[in-house]
């Protein structure tokens, strides 16, 4: 689910088309054999010839959030840029599918902030800005919790959850949460004050982010007062450091933080940084604060960024599986498909693979030892299960809400395995992902399955389908928790169960993985660029990290980073930062 803050915000006018400025896009999607995976994908045969001219300024390998931010990006720059994809759907991890009329999210579903504007909005919300696309969402203010202590409906905002906290805590609870709000928000200003759109990955970040936005840090710091200044200065350390400092020693109020910080990258309060959990608070615990969810799916997010891409003539090419990184002379000059065919790049290649799959693609002979100690180093995030299911909505409770989180035991920690089950419903906010009178349900255990257990199973063997009925067991039981006693397995239209092979295989993630488990304050996720000229990289194994909006600047501060500070500076000042 990954609790992951989307902001929208106002379109801007678009420079004036003309012929030397806006080249035609292609979106290849040209006939290829398909063969249904164990998750309703599809993979895919590579196309015998690639379509179009095989070249470009800059060559992205893979569709991602990441990758396909970085590329609208370079496209709006006015950068001939060309996206080369694996599948045959666009969108990485967050691509969603089709199976009977039911269309299912792979990936993220809970979002917040569509609606937000400004420089405090998140990187998606101003990368789709810069594109001039927006994307029509649901508005709703809370999901269901079933925990230990108990069910219940939890409501983001700054009073409702007091009342949560009174009935399934305690008064201690209670008054450390306040004391937890009290001293977080105003450090807000000091996260939000600096646009992720301004960032680039070189000196020029002196003039596009430190000169350009030094009054509103000043400001907020001013505002702050000394003592909130002080705590502005941990930001950038373990939000586990703030919790300590301040105290809380409630064991549900340091569970809840812990599987807040879980949903919104992947490791518990003393793995991620302060001011992205400051980001997310100031979301969901402010005055009029919503969630919101994409309608016709958080696919809708993907078709919104190739729209953006192809708008200012940006290429994709679906089905085009990129065998290997060339380099010449020490540089990075393209790369080799699976067909055989190059295709050079011009100005960069730029990969969003993970870290270990960028890796696999470089010729062993030019890779420093620097590099591949660090990514070999680097530990790893387990993988998924998935659950997706089609199924009659006429027996199950009408007042069934679009997201249900399942705790079984806080004492095993929120990243044990088998432990933590999201749900997402999104046919309750958008009925046309689903056939009239059904729903399509989503439930995953959220990067907690170890590969290991998987590790040398031939997917098609009856022990690789007896050990998916093993391990989703637990989503089963859930998902029956949550819809209430009119669903019926047996009655579900459609049944699939994705596994970390699934991730493996399908999403080309080196053993499935969620990717790098990089702890804040011992360690910190690599920069953009490589030690290779003219390679870079963007996506979940790069600075900031792990979430949509984290893959989201990643992209874009690659993209900033290959053009020039005027032509950046110019972008800020169109989009209004």
Same mark, same amino acid.
């Given at each position: 689910?990954?609790?992951?803050?989307?902001?929208?915000?106002?379109?801007?006018?678009?420079?004036?088309?003309?012929?030397?400025?806006?080249?035609?896009?292609?979106?290849?999607?040209?006939?290829?054999?398909?063969?249904?995976?164990?998750?309703?994908?599809?993979?895919?045969?590579?196309?015998?010839?690639?379509?179009?001219?095989?070249?470009?300024?800059?060559?992205?390998?893979?569709?991602?959030?990441?990758?396909?931010?970085?590329?609208?990006?370079?496209?709006?720059?006015?950068?001939?840029?060309?996206?080369?994809?694996?599948?045959?759907?666009?969108?990485?991890?967050?691509?969603?599918?089709?199976?009977?009329?039911?269309?299912?999210?792979?990936?993220?579903?809970?979002?917040?902030?569509?609606?937000?504007?400004?420089?405090?909005?998140?990187?998606?919300?101003?990368?789709?800005?810069?594109?001039?696309?927006?994307?029509?969402?649901?508005?709703?203010?809370?999901?269901?919790?079933?925990?230990?202590?108990?069910?219940?409906?939890?409501?983001?905002?700054? &009073?409702?959850?007091?009342?949560?906290?009174?009935?399934?805590?305690?008064?201690?609870?209670?008054?450390?949460?306040?004391?937890?709000?009290d001293a977080i928000l105003p450090l807000s200003a000091a996260a939000?004050?600096?646009?992720?759109?301004?960032?680039?990955?070189?000196?020029?970040?002196?003039?596009?982010?430190?000169?350009?936005?030094?009054?509103?840090?000043?400001?907020?710091?001013?505002? *702050?007062?000394?003592?909130?200044?002080?705590?502005?200065?941990?930001?950038?350390?373990?939000?586990?450091?703030?919790?300590?400092?301040?105290?809380?020693?409630?064991?549900?109020?340091?569970?809840?933080?812990?599987?807040?910080?879980?949903?919104?990258?992947?490791?518990?309060?003393?793995?991620?940084?302060?001011?992205?959990?400051?980001?997310?608070?100031?979301?969901?615990?402010?005055?009029?604060?919503?969630?919101?969810?994409?309608?016709?799916?958080?696919?809708? #997010?993907?078709?919104?960024?190739?729209?953006?891409?192809?708008?200012?003539?940006?290429?994709?090419?679906?089905?085009?599986?990129?065998?290997? #990184?060339?380099?010449?002379?020490?540089?990075?000059?393209?790369?080799?498909?699976?067909?055989?065919?190059?295709?050079?790049?011009?100005?960069a290649v730029v990969s969003n693979a993970s870290m270990w799959d960028?890796?696999?693609?470089?010729?062993?002979?030019?890779?420093?030892?620097?590099?591949?100690?660090?990514?070999?180093?680097?530990?790893?995030?387990?993988?998924?299960?998935?659950?997706?299911?089609?199924?009659?909505?006429?027996?199950?409770?009408?007042?069934?809400?679009?997201?249900?989180?399942?705790?079984?035991?806080?004492?095993?920690?929120?990243?044990?395995?088998?432990?933590?089950?999201?749900?997402?419903?999104?046919?309750?906010?958008?009925?046309?992902?689903?056939?009239?009178?059904?729903?399509?349900?989503?439930?995953?255990?959220?990067?907690?399955?170890?590969?290991?257990?998987?590790?040398?199973?031939?997917?098609?063997?009856?022990?690789?389908?007896?050990?998916?009925?093993?391990?989703?067991?637990? *989503?089963?039981?859930?998902?029956?928790?949550?819809?209430?006693?009119?669903?019926?397995?047996?009655?579900?239209?459609?049944?699939?169960?994705?596994?970390?092979?699934?991730?493996?295989?399908?999403?080309?993630?080196?053993?499935?993985?969620?990717?790098?488990?990089?702890?804040?304050?011992?360690?910190?996720?690599?920069?953009?660029?490589?030690?290779?000229?003219?390679?870079?990289?963007?996506?979940?194994? &790069?600075?900031?990290?792990?979430?949509?909006?984290?893959?989201?600047?990643?992209?874009?501060?690659?993209?900033?980073?290959?053009?020039?500070?005027?032509?950046?500076?110019?972008?800020?000042?169109?989009?209004?930062?």
């Amino acid at each position: 689910m990954a609790a992951f803050p989307n902001n929208t915000l106002r379109s801007f006018k678009p420079l004036s088309p003309n012929s030397s400025t806006v080249r035609n896009s292609v979106l290849a999607r040209n006939s290829v054999s398909q063969v249904p995976s164990s998750t309703g994908a599809v993979s895919v045969k590579e196309k015998r010839s690639f379509p179009g001219k095989p070249e470009a300024d800059v060559v992205v390998i893979g569709s991602g959030i990441g990758g396909l931010c970085c590329s609208g990006l370079l496209a709006r720059y006015q950068q001939d840029v060309l996206v080369l994809e694996s599948h045959d759907l666009p969108g990485g991890a967050a691509h969603s599918f089709d199976i009977k009329g039911f269309k299912f999210d792979s990936g993220p579903s809970l979002f917040s902030g569509f609606q937000s504007k400004g420089p405090q909005a998140n990187p998606l919300g101003q990368v789709l800005d810069a594109l001039g696309e927006t994307i029509p969402c649901a508005s709703y203010d809370s999901w269901m919790v079933y925990l230990p202590e108990g069910e219940f409906l939890s409501r983001i905002g700054p &009073t409702e959850f007091y009342k949560d906290l009174e009935k399934y805590a305690s008064a201690n609870a209670v008054r450390e949460w306040k004391k937890l709000l009290d001293a977080i928000l105003p450090l807000s200003a000091a996260a939000m004050a600096l646009p992720p759109l301004s960032i680039r990955g070189d000196l020029g970040v002196l003039s596009t982010a430190a000169a350009r936005y030094a009054p509103s840090l000043l400001k907020s710091f001013v505002q *702050m007062g000394p003592q909130g200044a002080l705590g502005a200065t941990k930001l950038l350390r373990p939000f586990s450091e703030i919790i300590d400092s301040l105290e809380l020693k409630d064991p549900f109020i340091r569970n809840w933080v812990d599987l807040l910080a879980f949903l919104l990258a992947g490791v518990k309060s003393n793995g991620i940084l302060s001011a992205e959990m400051i980001y997310m608070f100031a979301e969901w615990y402010k005055p009029g604060c919503c969630l919101e969810y994409p309608l016709h799916g958080s696919g809708a #997010i993907v078709d919104a960024l190739v729209r953006g891409l192809k708008k200012f003539g940006g290429r994709i090419s679906l089905g085009s599986h990129v065998e290997k #990184i060339v380099v010449e002379n020490g540089r990075a000059t393209g790369v080799k498909l699976r067909s055989g065919q190059f295709i050079r790049a011009k100005k960069a290649v730029v990969s969003n693979a993970s870290m270990w799959d960028t890796l696999n693609l470089l010729p062993k002979e030019v890779v420093p030892k620097s590099y591949l100690d660090r990514t070999k180093t680097t530990p790893q995030c387990e993988s998924f299960m998935h659950l997706h299911l089609g199924f009659d909505a006429e027996d199950v409770r009408k007042d069934l809400g679009i997201h249900h989180i399942v705790v079984n035991d806080w004492d095993r920690g929120v990243d044990a395995d088998q432990n933590v089950v999201l749900i997402s419903v999104p046919s309750v906010l958008s009925p046309d992902l689903a056939p009239p009178g059904k729903h399509v349900l989503h439930a995953y255990l959220p990067g907690t399955e170890p590969f290991d257990l998987w590790k040398g199973f031939d997917h098609k063997s009856s022990a690789y389908k007896e050990l998916k009925a093993e391990r989703s067991e637990v *989503m089963w039981r859930a998902v029956e928790r949550a819809v209430g006693p009119g669903f019926s397995r047996e009655k579900c239209e459609v049944k699939l169960v994705g596994s970390p092979l699934t991730h493996q295989r399908f999403l080309r993630r080196n053993r499935g993985t969620y990717g790098p488990a990089i702890q804040a304050g011992k360690d910190s996720f690599p920069g953009h660029s490589t030690s290779i000229p003219q390679l870079y990289c963007c996506g979940d194994s &790069t600075f900031p990290g792990i979430g949509v909006p984290a893959v989201a600047a990643s992209g874009a501060i690659v993209a900033n980073s290959l053009v020039s500070v005027s032509q950046h500076s110019e972008l800020l000042d169109a989009i209004g930062i």
